[in-house]
């Protein structure tokens, strides 16, 4: 089955700087979706990005689709931006099944 | 408008006891997803529902769990004769064709079998 990889697995920062995360994963994809996970535990999705680049805020993430990668740069991080990230794709040939990596649990202290 | 709901929000059971676990999607939505969220991991697909049509169910670990979506609204994921390894988070999401695939998932229900 198709294989998604996201590093770094823990990763803890200072409030204001940046970071970049990535998803790599093992097929072509349909679709990819990144999501932050709050220390409660609620899902929200951050971006929806099978191909190109989005921005919203101090968010942006860009998916090369053809070299397989996908990348959430958070800017200016704040302590608000803490829990774990996860990217999901759903392959080209099995639409509508989604596979999540095993995230990256983000700390930013202040 | 309301997000996704999910009732109960938690669940203990005793080894063996049967559980129903409830979603309330956004409205209009018409894909429904459940999931299976394990601590320290990622979440697993379990089925899949557009409308009432269960069109893949391929992720339910045994035949122990069962999904269903009557009306085509709320969804309903049972476990018989449940086991200390189905303790985990379950999740709920759904999206709209209107809105490209964005999932939106409710808070989940975590159930922990004794």
């Known amino acids: 089955g198709i294989q998604v990889e996201q590093s770094p697995p823990d990763l803890i920062l200072q409030e204001g700087a940046n970071s970049t995360l990535r998803c790599n994963f093992s097929?072509?994809?349909?679709?990819l979706q990144w999501f932050h996970q709050n220390p409660w535990g609620q899902l929200i999705n951050l971006f929806y990005i099978p191909s190109g680049t989005k921005q919203n805020g101090r968010l942006s993430a860009t998916t090369v689709a053809t070299e397989r990668y996908s990348l959430l740069y958070i800017s200016s991080s704040q302590t608000t931006d803490s829990g774990v990230y996860f990217c999901?794709?759903?392959?080209?040939?099995?639409?509508?099944?989604?596979?999540f990596g095993s995230g990256t649990k983000l700390n930013v202290k202040p | 408008g309301a997000g996704v709901s999910q009732s109960p929000r938690y669940k203990v059971a005793k080894r063996g006891q049967d559980v129903a676990l409830r979603c309330d999607p956004i409205s209009g939505h018409v894909s429904l997803f459940w999931y299976q969220q394990a601590l320290g991991q990622g979440p697993e697909f379990l089925t899949y529902?557009?409308?009432?049509?269960?069109?893949?169910k391929s992720g339910l670990p045994s035949d122990r769990f069962f999904a269903e979506r009557p009306e085509g609204s709320v969804s309903t994921l049972k476990i018989q004769r449940t086991q200390q390894e189905d303790s985990a988070v379950y999740l709920c999401?759904?999206?709209?064709?209107?809105?490209?695939?964005?999932?939106?998932f409710g808070p989940g229900t975590r159930l922990l079998v004794l």
């Open positions: 529902f557009q409308n009432e049509a269960q069109l893949d």
């Open positions: 999901a794709v759903e392959l080209v040939d099995n639409f509508n099944k989604f596979y």
């Open positions: 097929d072509s994809v349909n679709n």
């Open positions: 999401a759904s999206s709209s064709p209107k809105q490209g695939k964005t999932q939106y």
